[in-house]
Nanobody, 124 residues
C-alpha cells in the first residue's frame, strides 16, 4: 500500500525559508512522480513542483521558480521541497502526491495517492 506523509510545515516570516518533507512508502520501483501541491483558503488546489524519482527530472510552477527547489533522497525514500524567499501568498496547506506517469502540474486527477497535508503560514 502506497503511503505519503508530509512534515515540516509551520510559520515563517516573509523572506524566510522552510523545508517540507514527503516520506513515501509502498512503491515497488522508482518509476513514479512525486508532486507538491498547495491549497490556500478559498482557492483551488494548484501544482507547485514535481520530480520524477528515477531520473530526477523536475518542473516548477512559474510562481515559485527560482525560490523553491524539489529534491529526492532515494536512501530515505523522501522528497523535499526547499522553500526560500517566502511570500505571504505562499500561505497554504501543502500536499504531496504520487503519480505513475509524468503529467502537467495542473493535472491533479492523474495523481493517485495523496498525503494528509501540512500547513505553511508566511507572515508579512
Amino acid at each position: 500500500e502506497v503511503q505519503l506523509v508530509e512534515s515540516g510545515g509551520g510559520l515563517a516570516q516573509a523572506g524566510g525559508s522552510l523545508r517540507l518533507s514527503c516520506a513515501a512508502s509502498g512503491f515497488t520501483s522508482d518509476d513514479y512522480a512525486i508532486g507538491w501541491f498547495r491549497q490556500a483558503p478559498g482557492k483551488g488546489r494548484e501544482g507547485v513542483s514535481c520530480i520524477w524519482i528515477s531520473d530526477g527530472t523536475t518542473t516548477y510552477a512559474d510562481s515559485v521558480k527560482g525560490r523553491f527547489t524539489i529534491s529526492s533522497d532515494g536512501a530515505k525514500n523522501t522528497v523535499y521541497l526547499h522553500m526560500n524567499s517566502l511570500k505571504p501568498e505562499d500561505t497554504a496547506v501543502y500536499y504531496c502526491a504520487a503519480a505513475g506517469g509524468w503529467y502537467p502540474l495542473n493535472d491533479l486527477y492523474e495523481y493517485d495517492y495523496w498525503g494528509q497535508g501540512t500547513q505553511v503560514t508566511v507572515s508579512s
